[in-house]
């Protein structure tokens, strides 16, 4: 009978009741705040709080469905208790939770699923601090979206980065996953990769996550969950910057960092969510708390137990709790005693579900759940070219003697170092699914002989860096034979990445020894040296006739040094972190302030800022990286001596390719202001140029500086200008520079 009274309803009728039954947060038409808001009428507080709950997923299917732990996950996500999950990756791993969440909860919220893709996915490109040494936000740009589409094709939504701290540490090993010790360039490279993961927010991306706020990378002594001690004024002008320009750049996520600021946990520090991310700055995604960050606040002492913690954190302006499970667990009774509001909670909930609307994920919960994109996008030989490209951009040049690099195929090469041959010591932290066969990294073996190289290969040192006389001497042996020796220096990249902290960044013992044994044979030496972080090379340094300093280079890594040593790509990166003289001298780097005794004040070299038994410059300063041809510098012009606010100065300078190859010169501005109401650095960037130069050919660079560009965050944040004397300085590095005045008036 209502079959028959249905069949008899007129058909616009027909339509209303359908629509009545649709939720208005499945409709497609209605714009996100609208689907937003009518989901969060309808969902319970538990539900709400659920979507706070970030899980360690892992794998869900085969022997690990029978898991007890993965079951309860799993129930979990039936209940509605789960918002995101981390670490569940692939096609038919991703699509087996999302079934649970779409299809058994109740409102049928789908998963987020999130993953550190932090340089590649299973085409693994340079580390960040690496690839920041190209000085090429259009390059790291095409990293993160060469990531993002790997990864969306995997079932990825969101991945953990950019990491934008700022650090001037290099026993710090997460060093490996910023863009250095400079704040504007770090903004610069920040932004170019929260851009290249996220695009338009299409099939092929992945929303970014910028982290960890804040200030995490100024860590003392560079010890990894350490505390951090940074007033508001150094905050501002030195860690803040990358941040705010990445939040500027639309990051749709942002990560509390572990460490404390100002006596607060950041995970709940009102101040930099509240204030700073989400007041001053507009920031409109949501948060993530960094792996138990909201747990630890207990070991910081700060919150006695999870209720005390989810009330903190929520409170402060933080949302999502990765892996500690405290706001789905007490969120819902602080609700009930009104320790939280209904409005923050759903300040926060909004913010999650309207990520969710953005990419599409209510209307296609398995959008990045199509095993032909998983097949045909990731690992292709396009993405392998990128990432060749990328490597080779990214190796410095260090020292070259004599021209002695490029070399010719034709030497006979002894290569000595274990790390040459060893695929195990380039990938290890921060690899995401690419540990495995067929995605292991090219070692620069390898990469030699691709090139057509002939050479004999000897291990030199020992895995665990101990003295080993025997395989120096065996080294010795093979390069006695040989035209050059190439030696593979460093430190596994197993040191490299979160908790790899190290207290003596340098080259070890075992590799000066080697080093010796190799010097006595009187062949030519270079050094290629493998490491996450900048190492101290004053006691490698006079042994090698040249240095190429490698980092991590990714899956091309032994193809792309192999181009750089036989000259097919003539060396362009300028290191974005300085390379200590000693470990003595750290932190060291390039952006300081001056001090009352910056030289000798009694014309005998005493009682001023100074170590007696180092010199106090960096034994390679911020910006410094040679090429296989020379550049020259000349007629630094301005094109007035004074600006007022609003105005801009024109400053240009002759560059000129004075060798006989061509190369891509790295043209670098700092300014100085000379005296202010708050000290300012001897230097600071502000901006850069890559120009392409062939042999002989000179070009002018041109920079505008606008007043903007000279001003300087107060304690409060705020931008402040003041009149005065500045100075501009041009060169190719931070310390080889020309220098003009002007005033700002
Ligand atoms: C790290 C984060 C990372 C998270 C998830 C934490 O330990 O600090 O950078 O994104 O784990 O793997």
Same mark, same amino acid.
């Given at each position: 009978? &209502? ?22 947060? &499945? ?33 869900? $299917? ?36 999302? !079934? ?62 950019? +990491? ?61 969950? #350490? ?6 004024? =150094? ?46 700055? %507009?920031?409109? %995604? ?25 009330? &903190?954190?929520? @409170?402060?302006?933080? +949302?999502?709790?990765?892996? /500690? ?16 509001? +209904?409005? $923050? ?22 959008? #990045?759940? !199509? ?5 045909? =996008? ?33 030497? =006979? ?11 195990? !010591? ?10 495995? !066969? ?11 002989? @691709? ?28 390069? @006695? ?10 430190? *596994? ?61 990714? /899956? ?39 001090? *009352?005794?910056? *030289?000798? $004040? ?41 600006? &007022? ?86 060169? %190719? ?13």
């Amino acid at each position: 009978m &209502k079959k028959l009274i249905l069949l008899l309803l007129p058909l616009h009728l027909f339509s209303i009741t359908v629509m009545a039954q649709t939720p208005a947060y &499945k409709n497609k038409q209605l714009p996100v705040d609208k689907r937003v808001a009518d989901l969060l009428t309808r969902m319970t507080v538990e539900e709400k709080a659920g979507q706070l709950n970030q899980l360690n997923g892992g794998a869900f $299917t085969g022997p690990a469905a029978n898991d007890p732990g993965q079951k309860a996950k799993m129930e979990m996500v039936r209940k509605g208790q789960v918002g995101s999950m981390l670490n569940v990756t692939g096609v038919t791993e991703t699509r087996t939770i999302q !079934d649970l969440a779409v299809k058994e909860s109740r409102l049928g919220i789908p998963i987020i699923f999130a993953f550190d893709v932090i340089h590649g996915y299973k085409t693994i490109f340079p580390i960040p601090i690496a690839d920041a040494c190209a000085w090429d936000p259009a390059l790291s740009q095409q990293a993160t979206a060469v990531a993002a589409k790997e990864a969306s094709a995997e079932g990825l939504h969101w991945t953990f980065a950019p +990491m934008v701290d700022v650090s001037r540490d290099p026993r710090w090993g997460r060093v490996m996953e910023g863009a250095g010790e400079d704040p504007y360039l770090g903004g610069v490279i920040g932004a170019a990769r929260v851009k290249g993961f996220q695009g338009n927010f299409g099939k092929d991306n992945i929303l970014a996550c910028v982290k960890h706020f804040a200030v995490y990378g100024a860590v003392e002594a560079g010890r990894e969950y #350490n505390q951090v001690s940074v007033d508001r004024v =150094n905050t501002w002008n030195f860690y803040m910057p990358p941040y705010k320009a990445a939040v500027a750049a639309g990051a749709a996520t942002v990560m509390n960092s572990f460490n404390v600021f100002e006596g607060v946990p950041a995970s709940a520090n009102s101040y930099l969510v509240n204030e700073v991310l989400k007041k001053q700055w %507009g920031f409109k %995604g949501f948060l993530v708390s960094d792996w138990n960050s909201f747990g630890e606040m207990v070991q910081h002492g700060y919150a006695k137990d999870n209720k005390d913690i989810a009330m &903190k954190a929520i @409170n402060a302006g933080s +949302m999502m709790d990765m892996e /500690t499970r405290a706001m789905v667990s007490e969120i819902p009774g602080l609700v009930k005693e009104g320790k939280v509001s +209904m409005k $923050t909670l759903d300040a926060a909930v909004a913010a999650i579900l309207t990520m969710k609307f953005k990419i599409g994920l209510f209307d296609d919960p398995y959008i #990045n759940c !199509d095993p032909q994109r998983e097949k045909n =996008n990731v690992f292709t030989a396009e993405h392998r070219n990128i990432s060749r490209d990328a490597a080779r951009k990214s190796i410095l040049l260090l020292k070259n003697n004599e021209g002695i690099l490029p070399l010719n195929r034709a030497a =006979n090469i002894a290569l000595i170092g274990r790390w040459a041959e060893s695929a195990d !010591d380039i990938f290890d932290f921060w690899v995401a699914n690419a540990k495995s !066969d067929p995605y292991r990294p090219v070692t620069l073996l390898e990469g030699l002989k @691709n090139a057509g190289a002939k050479i004999k290969y000897a291990r030199g040192y020992q895995d665990d860096l101990k003295p080993d006389n025997a395989l120096a001497d065996e080294a010795a042996g093979i390069a @006695n034979n040989a035209d050059i020796v190439i030696v593979n220096l460093g430190i *596994s990249g197993k040191l490299a990445g979160e908790d790899r902290s190290i207290a003596m960044p340098e080259i070890p013992e075992s590799q000066l020894d080697l080093l010796r044994a190799l010097k006595k044979t009187g062949k030519k030496i270079i050094a290629v040296v493998s490491a996450g972080r900048p190492l101290v090379l004053t006691k490698a340094e006079p042994y090698c006739d040249a240095i190429v300093y490698a980092w991590i280079l990714g /899956t091309e890594q032994g193809n792309a040094l192999a181009d750089v040593i036989f000259g097919d790509y003539n060396p362009s990166a300028k290191t974005v972190m300085s390379f200590p003289y000693a470990v003595g001298q750290i932190p060291v780097y390039y952006n300081h302030m001056n001090t *009352s005794r910056p *030289s000798s $004040t009694d014309g005998q070299g005493n009682w001023y800022s100074r170590y007696r038994d180092i010199p106090n410059d960096p034994l390679y300063p911020f910006g410094f990286g040679l090429s296989y041809t020379t550049y020259s510098y000349s007629n630094l012009k301005l094109n007035r001596n004074s600006l &007022k606010k609003g105005e801009k100065l024109e400053v240009t300078v002759a560059v000129k390719n004075t060798g006989s190859r061509a190369g891509e010169e790295i043209v670098q501005l700092y300014i100085r202001d000379l005296i202010a109401n708050q000290i300012r650095p001897v230097k600071e960037l502000k901006g850069f140029e890559k120009i392409t130069l062939a042999p002989g050919q000179e070009k002018t660079v041109r920079f505008m500086l606008d007043s903007d560009m000279l001003s300087y965050y107060n304690s409060n944040g705020v931008l402040t200008i003041e009149p005065g004397e500045f100075r501009v300085f041009i060169g %190719g590095n931070s310390r080889d520079v020309l220098e003009a005045k002007f005033n700002f008036e």
